[in-house]
């Protein structure tokens, strides 16, 4: 997968400096797929993204194997109920069984998610990253010229 672009300006941008977008667009670029909009048209109506890896218990890897079940729907509508919206699911190899992209309101729902799988005893362990957009990540960098930041003597 390539990084995250930004779209184009766009007549809401009038007004705006060189660089500087109102209607953003995050758009992910997977290799041999058209390209997928993640976030909303309006900048204000974004939540923030998160990545989310799950490793499932066995348990629930024997109920698979035994009744195989699409889980995507399942956490799909998991996110819808606390207000996101999952925009990806991977089952995979390695460390983790699963890996969710999903866009939620806030903080308070990421954990209400991971804790809900958790508790279901379906997962042993959920590790959810807090993603930045270009434009968010390009803001930190500015922000971080101006700190004062003394490292230890």
């Known amino acids: ?19 500087q977008r109102r209607d953003r667009r995050a758009i992910m670029h997977v290799r041999g797929r058209p390209p997928v909009v993640l976030a909303p048209t309006n900048w ?10 799950a490793q499932y218990s066995s348990s629930a890897v024997e109920a ?9 729907e ?25 890996v969710v992209l999903a866009e939620l309101p806030d903080n308070k729902s990421a954990a209400a998610l991971s804790m809900s799988a958790e508790g279901s005893g379906a ?24 700190d004062q930041y003394a490292p230890p003597r």
Do not use: I
């Open 74 to 98: 399942a956490l799909r509508k998991r996110c819808a109920a606390l207000g996101g919206k999952m925009h990806h699911f991977f089952f995979c190899f390695g460390e983790y069984d699963a």
């Open 64 to 72: 698979m194997v035994k009744h195989p079940q699409h889980r995507e």
């Open 44 to 53: 204000e109506d974004a939540m923030a993204f998160y990545l989310m890896r």
């Open 1 to 19: 997968m390539s990084a995250l672009a930004l779209s184009g300006r766009t007549k809401d941008d009038a007004g705006l400096g060189r660089g």
């Open 123 to 146: 997962v042993t362990m959920v590790n959810t990253t807090v993603l930045l957009t270009v434009s968010e990540a390009m803001e930190s960098m500015k922000a971080a010229q101006t």
